[in-house]
């Protein structure tokens, strides 16, 4: 039986900075878009093993290796098409090579040729973790020179990619802010997502990441305030256009 509302020909990537955020963030989205056909893709920088919550871990790397099955875990709950962790530094992407990273996340857009992209915005989300902002400046720049052949054009000539223009890049965002972090000021919300139907199991894929189930109750406590939506600010459209309220993230974007 075809999917009602099938949208089997698109495909959506988040670019996350730690394990966790797949689902904290952009949960909603990636079940509600993948339930609709859409192929989703999750880019994580980091393996999370500068956490302060450790779990068993008795070393960094037998923290990575945990938070990566987790992530794992997670992405399978999400029902996620494909998932990656890299391997760049948590707790350290402000000091982590800007042109390095940039030309990663281009290689992965176009090969992937996402028709939407989701990240963090630049003021990091409501934790201000800088990890969060410089995710944030990495993959708006990515998002901006994948579709130019005089960025990166060495991955056009060696390795036969050729540029990708995705058509809309969204910041999540919040309706609120958590009092005992440093001051933010969050983009204002441009597209609120429904995810009633999938808020369990958001929550589930978060619970996904036993290690660091001292932060339960601040992420429940943070989904009650958000309720069963998810805001998003659109940072850049391939059309240009005035900014309008969207309940939908593939609104105006074609197949192809």
Same mark, same amino acid.
């Given at each position: 039986?075809? %999917? =009602?509302?099938? !949208?089997?020909?698109?495909?959506?990537?988040?670019?996350?900075?730690?394990?966790?955020?797949?689902?904290?963030?952009?949960?909603?989205?990636?079940?509600?878009? *993948?339930?609709?056909?859409?192929?989703?893709?999750? @880019?994580?920088?980091?393996?999370?093993?500068?956490?302060?919550? *450790?779990?068993?871990?008795?070393?960094? &790397?037998?923290?990575?290796?945990? !938070?990566?099955?987790?992530? &794992?875990?997670?992405?399978?709950? %999400? #029902?996620?098409?494909?998932?990656?962790?890299?391997?760049?530094?948590?707790?350290?992407?402000?000091?982590?090579?800007?042109?390095?990273?940039?030309?990663? %996340?281009?290689?992965?857009?176009?090969?992937? !040729?996402?028709?939407?992209?989701?990240?963090?915005?630049?003021?990091?989300?409501?934790?201000?973790?800088?990890?969060?902002?410089?995710?944030?400046?990495?993959?708006?720049? &990515?998002?901006?020179?994948?579709? *130019?052949? #005089?960025?990166?054009?060495?991955?056009?000539?060696?390795?036969?990619?050729?540029?990708?223009?995705?058509?809309?890049?969204?910041?999540?965002?919040?309706?609120?802010?958590?009092?005992?972090?440093?001051?933010?000021?969050?983009?204002?919300?441009?597209?609120? @997502?429904?995810?009633?139907?999938?808020?369990?199991?958001?929550? &589930?894929?978060?619970?996904?990441?036993?290690?660091?189930?001292?932060?339960?109750? @601040?992420?429940?406590?943070?989904?009650?305030?958000?309720?069963?939506?998810?805001?998003?600010?659109?940072?850049? #459209?391939?059309?240009?256009? %005035?900014?309008?309220? =969207?309940?939908?993230?593939?609104?105006?974007?074609?197949?192809?």
């Amino acid at each position: 039986m075809p %999917l =009602e509302n099938d !949208r089997s020909a698109f495909r959506l990537m988040a670019v996350t900075a730690h394990p966790d955020d797949e689902a904290g963030g952009f949960g909603g989205a990636l079940l509600k878009y *993948r339930e609709q056909g859409v192929t989703t893709n999750v @880019i994580c920088l980091t393996e999370g093993q500068a956490a302060t919550h *450790r779990g068993n871990a008795g070393s960094g &790397a037998e923290l990575a290796h945990l !938070r990566r099955k987790e992530f &794992a875990a997670s992405c399978k709950i %999400l #029902n996620v098409s494909q998932a990656e962790v890299l391997a760049y530094p948590d707790g350290a992407l402000a000091e982590a090579n800007f042109m390095r990273i940039v030309g990663d %996340l281009v290689r992965r857009i176009r090969d992937f !040729r996402p028709h939407v992209i989701v990240t963090f915005g630049t003021e990091g989300s409501v934790t201000t973790h800088p990890d969060h902002t410089m995710t944030s400046l990495f993959t708006t720049a &990515a998002f901006h020179w994948a579709g *130019r052949a #005089n960025r990166f054009a060495s991955q056009l000539e060696k390795d036969g990619l050729s540029p990708w223009r995705t058509q809309k890049l969204y910041y999540s965002t919040a309706s609120f802010t958590l009092p005992e972090r440093p001051p933010v000021s969050l983009s204002p919300a441009s597209a609120i @997502i429904d995810i009633a139907l999938h808020f369990e199991r958001k929550i &589930a894929a978060f619970h996904a990441h036993e290690s660091q189930s001292p932060l339960f109750e @601040i992420f429940g406590l943070m989904m009650r305030q958000r309720g069963t939506e998810e805001p998003y600010h659109l940072a850049a #459209n391939i059309h240009p256009s %005035l900014m309008e309220m =969207e309940t939908d993230l593939f609104t105006g974007v074609s197949a192809g």
